[in-house]
C-alpha cells in the first residue's frame, strides 16, 4: 500500500530555476566572450578566469563564514557576477587588481545586503566603479585589439569615447573627429578600442537574442534605454552637429549595449511591472546622455544603470502590474 | 490568431492522454458513501436514516437553503451507516453509505437514451427542476446552477457561455462528454438560454480539442444564437474570468460577478448534467470522471455514480501502480491532494490524477530573485511576490489594498517561480486573514 503525501495545489511546477536562468545568461554571454577573445587574445582569458573563479570562491567564504549559511556559490549567480565584470574591465590590469574587484562585487555589493534578491545596486558595476575610482590610470588605458600574446604588456590606447570626449574639449568637431575613429562597421563588429565586452555590439546583439527566445528576459529595459539614448542624441546632434555625435556612435561605443542588455537586465536590482521597467529604462538612457554629453566622465551608462537601480524599490512601490478588472473610481 | 485572455498565463505540459477513450461506464461499486455538503453553500439536510431502502434518484438530504443543493441516492439499495467519512475537501464530513442492491430507479425518471430535442418549459419552471435536480457547476466550483440561473433584479443577461475550455492538464472528461453527447448537449445549451431569457451563447473550447470543436461546431451551424470559438491553449483560460475575457473582451470588474457585465458561464458537463435534469426528469446522480497519469496501466473517462469510491475508478484503471506518491482530485494546478483513495468521488470530481513518487515533492525553497516571472504568470495582475512577503509578516491590511482577494489560486505562480517559493500557500494564508479582517468590518 503506498503512502500518499498530501500537500497544496499546485502540484506540478514549470521545472525554471535559478541556475537554468543564470546559466542562461552565460550562455547569451558566450558570442561575446568568444570576440573579446579573438581581439584581446590571452589577457581576455586572463582576467575572465580570475574574475569568475574569484566571484565563486569569495561567495562560497562569505556565505559559509561570514553569513553562515548553507553555500550557493555554484547557482550560477556569482559566475555570472564574475564574467560580467571581467567585460568591464580593460583585458590589461593585473590579477590582483581582478580579485580586488570581484571581492567587492560579491562581498560588499552583494553579501552585505543578505545575499542574492536582496542587494539594491549591481554587483559587477559596483566592482567596476570601485577600480575605476581607486586606480583611475590603469582602468583608462585599453589594449590595442589584435594583440593575442600580450598581456601586462600589451600597447594601449584611448577608447572611441574618451577620445571623442577630449577631442571635443579641444575644439575639434564631431566630423574632423570622426575621420580619426574606427567606421562603424568597425565599431559594430568590435574592432575599437575598449573593455571586453564593450566591443562587439553585434555579438551582445545576438545574446539579446538568445535571452528573449528563452524568455529569460523581455524587450522592455534593453529598447527603452536603447530607444531613449537614440532619440536624445538625435536631438542634440541635430541641434548641433558639430558639438553632439551621432546616435549611431553612441549606440556602438562605450558600455551601451553590454550595459543596456545584460547589466540593467538584472533581475534583482531592476523592476518588476512591466511599465516599471520602461520608467527606469527610460532613465537610465537619460542619465547616460547628460553624463557623456554634458558630464565629466566620457562614459555615463555605469552611473546611470547606479543611479535607477537606487529608484528601483520606489518604481516597485508606486507603480503595479495592470490588474484585471480594474475598477475606475471616477 | 486564436483569441485568448491578455494578463498572465502558463503553458504546462497538456498530457491529454485520455483524450481518445470512449466514456466507459463504471459498474456499481457494492457500497457508496455520498456526503450531504458537494457544494457550495449551506450543506442540505438530512432526509433518510439507518436502514431505510432507497431508489436511484431518491432525495436523501434536502436542500439547506437559497444557496444550497438537494443530494440524491446514486444507487438503490439500503442505508448501512450515517457517519462523518473523509470527501475529498480532507475533511470528516457528514455522509450516508448505502449498501447497493440492484439499480431500481425512483419513478418517473427516464432512464432511457433517447435525444429529446423538443421541450415547452419556461424559464421560471426550468430553474425549479434545476433546483430539485441537485446540478452544481461540474467544473469543480459547485456553485448550484438555479441560484446562477436567478437573475438579480436590475442586471440583465445578454451572453451564456459555455465553458468548454478544460485548461487542466490531464483532464478530459468535457472532452469526452463533448464527443459523445454533443447533441444533448445542444439542446441543454437552448434550455439555458431559455431559462437566461438570452439569444446569445457561445461555447469556448480550447484548441488543442479538434475533434470536439468540429463536432461542437457542425451542430452549432444549426442553432440560431449559438457560436463555437476555439481558443489558444493557455493555462487558465477555463477560469470564468479569463473566458469572458477572451470570447467576449470584457472584464469582470474585482470584487464583481460576471452578470455585472451580462454574462453567464457555465461548465459544458452542467449544462449536460441540464438536459437530464430538465428533458429526463433525471437528477445528479453520475458524472464523467477521467482516471488518468503517467504511471497508469489504462487511463479512462469514466460514466461514475457518485458515491464511488475512487479505488473503484483506479481499480479500472488499472489498478494503483506501484510507484504512485499523490493521488488527487482533479488537475495538477488546483486539484486537492487526498489522504485515501477510499474516499468516494463527488459532484465536482471531474477527474483522479495519479502521480509518481519522483513528481509528489517540492523542490528546496530558495530566495526570491525578483525576477518578475509570477508577476507576468498570474492572470489577474497580482504581485505573488509581494503577497507572500506581506503575508509572512501579517500585514493584512496591506494584503487587501494590493488587492489579495482576486487571487483565484489557479497556481500560475508557484507553477514558475524559479526559486520553487510557496507563494500560493503564503497567498492562501492571507486570503484567510483578509476574509476576516472583511467580516470583522461588516459585524
Same mark, same amino acid.
Given at each position: 500500500m503506498s503512502i500518499l503525501t498530501v500537500s497544496p495545489s499546485?502540484?506540478?511546477? !514549470? =521545472?525554471? !530555476?535559478v541556475p537554468k536562468l543564470m546559466y542562461g545568461v552565460i550562455i547569451a554571454l558566450l558570442p561575446a566572450l568568444a570576440v573579446s577573445v579573438f581581439y584581446f587574445g590571452i589577457g581576455m582569458i586572463i582576467i575572465t578566469a580570475v574574475s569568475v573563479i574569484s566571484c565563486v570562491i569569495f561567495e562560497f567564504l562569505f556565505q559559509k563564514y561570514l553569513l553562515k549559511s548553507s553555500p550557493t556559490h555554484l547557482d550560477g549567480s556569482a559566475a555570472l557576477t564574475g564574467l560580467l565584470l571581467a567585460f568591464c574591465l580593460p583585458t590589461n590590469i593585473p590579477i590582483w587588481m581582478v580579485m580586488i574587484g570581484a571581492f567587492v562585487s560579491? =562581498?560588499?555589493?552583494k553579501m552585505t545586503f543578505g545575499g542574492l534578491g536582496n542587494n539594491i545596486f549591481n554587483p559587477a558595476i559596483v566592482g567596476r566603479v570601485f577600480l575605476f575610482i581607486s586606480f583611475p590610470a590603469a582602468m583608462t588605458s585599453y589594449p590595442e585589439p589584435g594583440q593575442w600574446w600580450k598581456y601586462l604588456d600589451a600597447t594601449t590606447g584611448a577608447t572611441p569615447l574618451s577620445k571623442m570626449s577630449e577631442s571635443l574639449a579641444n575644439n575639434m568637431t564631431v566630423g574632423e573627429i570622426m575621420n580619426e575613429m574606427p567606421s562603424n562597421m568597425d565599431m559594430f563588429l568590435g574592432k575599437m578600442m575598449g573593455s571586453a565586452g564593450e566591443v562587439a555590439a553585434f555579438a551582445l546583439i545576438l545574446g539579446l537574442i538568445y535571452m528573449l527566445w528563452k524568455k529569460i528576459i523581455s524587450w522592455h529595459i534593453p529598447v527603452s534605454i536603447l530607444l531613449t539614448v537614440l532619440i536624445f542624441t538625435a536631438i542634440l546632434n541635430v541641434g548641433n552637429p558639430d558639438k553632439f555625435p551621432t546616435p549611431i556612435f553612441h549606440l556602438l561605443t562605450g558600455g551601451l549595449m553590454l550595459g543596456a542588455i545584460f547589466m540593467a537586465t538584472d533581475y534583482v536590482t531592476s523592476p518588476m511591472a512591466v511599465k516599471g521597467m520602461l520608467i527606469y529604462g527610460a532613465g537610465i538612457g537619460i542619465i547616460t546622455v547628460l553624463i557623456r554629453s554634458f558630464g565629466a566622465y566620457p562614459e555615463g551608462v555605469q552611473f546611470a544603470i547606479l543611479l535607477m537601480n537606487g529608484f528601483t524599490p520606489l518604481i516597485n512601490k508606486y507603480v503595479k502590474p495592470k490588474r484585471f478588472g480594474e475598477v475606475k473610481h471616477g | 490568431m486564436l483569441k485568448t485572455f491578455s494578463l498572465g498565463g502558463v503553458h504546462p505540459k497538456e498530457n491529454k492522454i485520455s483524450a481518445h477513450k470512449k466514456i466507459e461506464v463504471l459498474p456499481l461499486p457494492p457500497v457508496v458513501t455520498i456526503p450531504i455538503s458537494q457544494h457550495i453553500g449551506a450543506p442540505a439536510k438530512l432526509m433518510v436514516s439507518k436502514g431505510d431502502k432507497i431508489l436511484t434518484g431518491q432525495v436523501i438530504a434536502e436542500s439547506g437553503g437559497f444557496v444550497s443543493s438537494n443530494i440524491h441516492s446514486s444507487v438503490s439499495g439500503t442505508v448501512l451507516k450515517i457517519d462523518s467519512f473523509p470527501d475529498p475537501s480532507g475533511y470528516r464530513r457528514m455522509a450516508v453509505q448505502i449498501q447497493v442492491e440492484g439499480d431500481e430507479w425512483f419513478p418517473g425518471i427516464d432512464t432511457t437514451p433517447d435525444l429529446k430535442k423538443d421541450f415547452i418549459f419556461t424559464s421560471e419552471e426550468i430553474i425549479k427542476k434545476i433546483n430539485t435536480s441537485g446540478i452544481?457547476?461540474?467544473?469543480?466550483?459547485?456553485?448550484?446552477s438555479h441560484v446562477k440561473l436567478s437573475i438579480p433584479n436590475g442586471k440583465k443577461a445578454e451572453y451564456l457561455i459555455v465553458n468548454a475550455v478544460e485548461c487542466e492538464p490531464w483532464l478530459t472528461s468535457d472532452h469526452s462528454l463533448m464527443l459523445e453527447k454533443a447533441e444533448e448537449i445542444m439542446v441543454g445549451i437552448r434550455i439555458m438560454m431559455r431559462a437566461l431569457k438570452v439569444e446569445k451563447a457561445i461555447v469556448g473550447i480550447e484548441n488543442n480539442k479538434p475533434d470536439a470543436i468540429e463536432k461542437m461546431c457542425k451542430l452549432a451551424a444549426s442553432e440560431k444564437g449559438i457560436s463555437v470559438v476555439a481558443l489558444k491553449v493557455k493555462y487558465p483560460q477555463g477560469g470564468e474570468k479569463q473566458l469572458v475575457k477572451a470570447l467576449l473582451n470584457r472584464e469582470v470588474p474585482s470584487g464583481g460577478l460576471p452578470i455585472d457585465i451580462g454574462v453567464v458561464a457555465f461548465n459544458v458537463g452542467s449544462i449536460y448534467a441540464a438536459y437530464q435534469a430538465v428533458q429526463k426528469n433525471k437528477p445528479l446522480i453520475e458524472r464523467v470522471v477521467t482516471v488518468t497519469g503517467p504511471s497508469l496501466k489504462s487511463p479512462s473517462n469514466f460514466m461514475t455514480r457518485i458515491g464511488t469510491p475512487i479505488q473503484a475508478l483506479i481499480d479500472a484503471a488499472g489498478g494503483l501502480p506501484g510507484d504512485t506518491g499523490k493521488v488527487i482530485n482533479g488537475g495538477p494546478m488546483m486539484g486537492k491532494a487526498l489522504s485515501s483513495i477510499e474516499i468516494p468521488v463527488v459532484k465536482g470530481s471531474s477527474g483522479i490524477l495519479v502521480i509518481p513518487e519522483s513528481e509528489s515533492h517540492r523542490h528546496e525553497v530558495k530566495s526570491c530573485l525578483r525576477c518578475s516571472k509570477c508577476i507576468s504568470a498570474c492572470p489577474m495582475g497580482l504581485e505573488p511576490y509581494l503577497l507572500m512577503s506581506l503575508s509572512e509578516r501579517n500585514m493584512t491590511d496591506r494584503l487587501e489594498r494590493e488587492k489579495i482577494?482576486?487571487?483565484?489560486?489557479?497556481?500560475s505562480c508557484s507553477y514558475t517561480c524559479p526559486s520553487s517559493r510557496p507563494l500560493l500557500d503564503y497567498i492562501r494564508l492571507g486570503k484567510g486573514r483578509v476574509s476576516q479582517l472583511i467580516k470583522a468590518r461588516k459585524n
Open positions: 499546485p502540484h506540478t511546477h !514549470s =521545472g525554471q !530555476s560579491i =562581498g560588499i555589493a | 452544481v457547476g461540474l467544473g469543480g466550483a459547485t456553485f448550484p482577494m482576486d487571487c483565484m489560486e489557479c497556481g
